[in-house]
């Protein structure tokens, strides 16, 4: 489905990825792991066109998305979180919301000042699709507070409900469940298993390990940008590259 | 549902077209309770630099960018339409049109490169752009009259019939500043409202999502530059003189004064900001020396306590307030 | 040999104006290093320092150092109380709401000033006689030594304030991290003050070199100090140096523009070569690349 190819990017010199490669299968959730700093996010933002990778591809479908700007890859079906909640603080939850739907919304400039009928059912439609989202994520009672207000816990729902409002093919989670209590996490787990079954394409970041090891189809283990390991759960829990290289910086992660 | 809830619920779901519609009903009927041209002349003031602050809303308030040079795109469309009918004798509805849209071409060329910037960059660039147009106001006096001002321009005139007097001039500004509000207001209830609201507030997440920062941006500094230029074209018919002091960057840190004190992000703020700053001199007369003085303690009083504006944040106290009610009821 | 005289005499004065300019822009940068925003009441500090030479020697009657230093001293103490009262009551930490505060406290100052002072344009003597003398074949006014000279020391003192003294070590911490500075408990508040202080000093210092140049009134700051904001960016806003140079270069160019285009279109010039330079380098010509 998604494949990653030689990618490398620098910082000022310093290499936050080096000649990673790998494929998430259609239908399957990868999971990248790593200690802090090996490259987990950085290798999302290159794929998202938040960052544009120094070398390498990243394939969709055989399809080159690698240079597209950021703003173009949702209109591929491929949607994402941020790892520091990248949410409109002051605009209300349902509008937090509404704004995953972008792709379908009408942004003509002569319709949104004139607002015809067509486009005013339009906006409708897209602001009940976008409330059965809130009342998948528990949110609909908050749909009109704004973001800023929030607990921690409600803005991370928000965060994955604008994400997955628009119907994405394909998904990427940047540690969706730290910062949440364990019911709260689990509550996550449940509807990320319940996307792969509906036939989502996954990329989960995640430090929880009970979390990793519960959801993943295939894990790829990230260190300071090198790609070190790729298997299975069992495979890599067992794998003494990773156990080195997690318990070298144990006092850090942990 | 009791008949009752239903009109509640009929109201709050037209409750912009119906304070639409009530401000045209009260402005349609002042002329009747007042008839001192003075008064008329200063409602009229209003409507025209509302034109140009719900522009710079836009592009303030909503996208969340900066502009201290507003004020030469109304100077470009007040000369322009001087430039074009006085000395060369176009129709002045026409003239405003043609104006605008040069203003509008202009905006793209300048802010292609200028809204890369960000921040302060930004702000040089449009005081930079706005001290250039004063001065050539100043200096380019064969054209422009210089210093003492261009005189001598045509009044408008609808259907043979000239505006030239303050009643006239009322009903003539008040329809277009509310086809222009309403036309804002839509705006920003828009999918592209919405775009412009989240890229102000965060440019990464709002690119991620699909929206196109960059243009989005373009395109709204080029529309308040429009209206800038549609409310510089109306300010030279309705005084028939300009002069370059109307338009130097002190007018604009004015606008951004009233856009700022409404409210960021509240066309109906812009609509008091405005009112506020025009009509202070009126009733502070006495206080004419501290004027100054007054305009920046309100500004900097107000950016204290309610950082995004006074109706912005009275109203967004107001929904917090309802909502926390609404929430402890329920439980 | 005339056109050599005339091209030394646009140097010098290029060079007077630039000097200032760099003074200002200093200013606009101490406060932005440490607080990340731009601070309009810079160009206000300008005047102000005019106006307190004037009233320290005319009204108090000191002599002339005195006068001088007493200036300097004021604009800073100013720039504290704007810190104070003005900006550090407000919460928010949107950058663009900060711009507009600064630009509501310099409406005051300005208003505050018209009535302390009045409407019009008052003359300030030089620092000493006004006996002109002859270099490399310009005609050089004492006044235009004396701020080549004064500026030079200020960039060095302030030079040696940021690498040398724990305060100016703190404010370069702050400008790279303000909240690792805040956890290692840099006190933040009185670095900002600092900062306010300083920028108040330099701009201060900028009044009291040109206005005997430019004659004095209570606005004569405001496009002063757009140019020098304007010198700040060229020069990158954030690198001192850089700053420095972005000063002298518009001085410079304005002087030559003045000289060999047209001294009416003087401002014209300026600000376009700076729209141009943003254009087509948005980083100024010694900044860090940014994104
Ligand atoms: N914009 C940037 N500029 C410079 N360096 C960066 C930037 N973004 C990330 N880095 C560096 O790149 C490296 C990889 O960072 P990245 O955020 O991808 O790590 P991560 O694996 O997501 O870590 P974590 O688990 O803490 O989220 C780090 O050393 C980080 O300091
Ligand atoms: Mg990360």
Redesign the interface.
């Given at each position: 489905m998604l494949s990653i190819d030689h990618l490398t990017k620098h910082f000022g010199g310093l290499p936050a990825l080096n000649d990673v490669s790998f494929d998430c299968p259609a239908g399957r959730i990868t999971t990248l792991i790593g200690p802090n700093g090996a490259g987990k996010s950085t290798l999302i933002n290159c794929v998202?066109?938040?960052l544009v990778p120094d070398k390498g591809s990243v394939r969709l479908e055989g399809t080159e998305i690698g240079r597209e700007?950021?703003?173009?890859?949702?209109?591929h079906g491929i949607a994402?979180t941020?790892q520091n909640l990248?949410?409109?603080?002051?605009?209300s939850v349902l509008?937090n919301v509404?704004?995953?739907?972008?792709?379908e919304?009408?942004?003509?400039?002569l319709?949104?000042?004139?607002?015809p009928p067509a486009?005013r059912n339009h906006?409708r439609r897209?602001r009940l699709k976008a409330m059965e989202m809130l009342d998948r994520f528990v949110l609909a009672?908050k749909a009109?507070?704004?973001v800023g207000?929030l607990s921690y816990g409600d803005r991370k729902r928000v965060e994955m409900a604008?994400a997955l409002v628009s119907g994405p093919r394909i998904l990427f989670l940047d540690e969706p469940v730290a910062g949440l209590n364990a019911e709260e996490s689990a509550a996550i787990g449940e509807e990320i298993c319940r996307l792969r079954n509906l036939g989502l394409t996954i990329l989960l970041v995640e430090h929880d390990m009970d979390l990793v090891m519960a959801v993943s189809d295939g894990i790829v283990v990230l260190d300071s940008g090198e790609l070190i390991a790729q298997g299975s759960p069992e495979e890599i829990r067992h794998n003494p590259k990773v156990i080195e290289a997690y318990l070298g910086r144990m006092s850090v992660t942990a | 549902m009791s008949a009752k809830d239903k009109i509640l619920y009929f109201i709050w779901l037209h409750r912009t077209g119906l304070t639409v519609g009530a401000l045209g009903l009260v402005l349609g009927f002042y002329p009747l309770f007042q008839d001192n041209p003075y008064f008329l002349g200063i409602s009229n003031l209003i409507g025209i630099y509302l034109i140009v602050t719900i522009g710079l809303n836009l592009f303030i308030g909503y996208a969340g960018q900066i502009s201290l040079g507003h004020a030469g795109f109304v100077a470009l469309g007040a000369y322009g339409s001087a430039i074009l009918t006085a000395d060369l004798g176009w129709n002045p509805w026409l003239a405003l049109i043609i104006v605008a849209l040069l203003v509008g071409l202009a905006a793209l060329l300048v802010g292609i490169p200028t809204l890369r910037l960000s921040g302060h960059y930004l702000a040089m660039a449009t005081l930079g752009f706005n001290i250039v147009i004063y001065t050539i106001l100043i200096q380019w006096d064969k054209i422009t009259g210089g210093p003492s001002g261009f005189a001598g321009i045509p009044p408008l005139s609808v259907f043979g019939m000239p505006i030239d007097d303050e009643l006239r001039f009322h009903y003539v500004i008040w329809p277009l500043a509310i086809i222009f509000l309403t036309l804002a207001l839509n705006l920003v209830r828009s999918g592209l409202g919405l775009g412009l609201a989240a890229l102000a507030q965060n440019e990464t997440a709002a690119s991620a999502l699909g929206i196109k920062v960059s243009r989005a941006k373009i395109q709204v500094f080029v529309l308040s530059a429009v209206l800038a230029s549609v409310g510089g074209s109306l300010f030279a018919h309705c005084f028939t003189f300009v002069n370059p002091h109307s338009f130097s960057i002190f007018t604009s840190l004015e606008l951004v004064t009233m856009v700022v004190i409404g409210g960021l992000g509240s066309v109906w703020g812009s609509l008091f900001g405005t009112a506020l700053i025009v009509l202070m001199p009126e009733y502070l007369e006495f206080f004419e020396t501290y004027k100054d003085i007054i305009h920046g303690l309100i500004l900097v009083v107000v950016l204290t306590v309610f950082p995004q504006g006074l109706i912005s944040g009275l109203r967004d106290m107001a929904r917090l307030k309802i909502l926390q009610r609404r929430d402890i009821a329920q439980h | 040999m005339q056109s050599f005289n005339d091209f030394m005499q646009f140097v010098f004065s290029g060079l007077t104006n630039g000097s200032v300019y760099a003074l200002i822009a200093l200013g606009f940068c101490v406060v932005h290093n440490t607080m990340g925003i731009v601070n309009f009441t810079q160009v206000d500090f300008v005047s102000f320092g005019g106006m307190l030479l004037y009233t320290s020697l005319f009204a108090v009657g000191l002599p002339m150092p005195a006068a001088f230093l007493g200036a300097i001293f004021g604009a800073a103490l100013a720039g504290m109380l704007v810190e104070r009262v003005g900006i550090r009551p407000s919460k928010t930490d949107n950058h663009l709401v900060l711009i507009f505060l600064t630009i509501g406290l310099s409406i005051i100052l300005r208003g505050i000033m018209k009535i302390l002072w009045g409407k019009n344009r008052m003359a300030v003597p030089p620092l000493t006689a006004d006996k002109p003398v002859h270099i490399l074949g310009a005609t050089v006014l004492p006044q235009i030594i004396w701020i080549l000279l004064l500026t030079l020391i200020a960039v060095a003192v302030l030079a040696w304030f940021f690498r040398c003294t724990s305060m100016g070590l703190c404010m370069r911490g702050v400008a790279s991290n303000p909240t690792a500075a805040a956890l290692v408990g840099l006190n933040v508040n009185r670095i900002k003050a600092v900062s306010f202080a300083i920028a108040g000093g330099l701009g201060g210092l900028a009044g009291v070199l040109i206005t005997p140049i430019t004659t004095l009134s209570y606005d004569v700051g405001v496009l002063l100090g757009l140019k020098g904001f304007a010198a700040a960016i060229l020069g990158g806003f954030g690198s001192f140096p850089g700053v420095v140079l972005g000063g002298l270069t518009l001085g410079l160019l304005e002087s030559f523009s003045a000289a060999y285009f047209s001294s009416a279109y003087k401002d014209v010039t300026a600000f376009g070569i700076l729209l141009l330079v943003l254009f087509i380098k948005p980083q100024g010509f010694l900044g860090k690349g940014r994104h």
């Open positions: 998202t066109g938040v700007p950021s703003y173009r890859i949702p209109y994402r941020f990248a949410l409109f603080p002051r605009l509008e509404l704004s995953g739907l972008t792709v919304a009408e942004t003509g400039f319709k949104s000042i004139f607002r486009t906006e897209l009672g009109d507070w704004p207000e604008r | - | -």
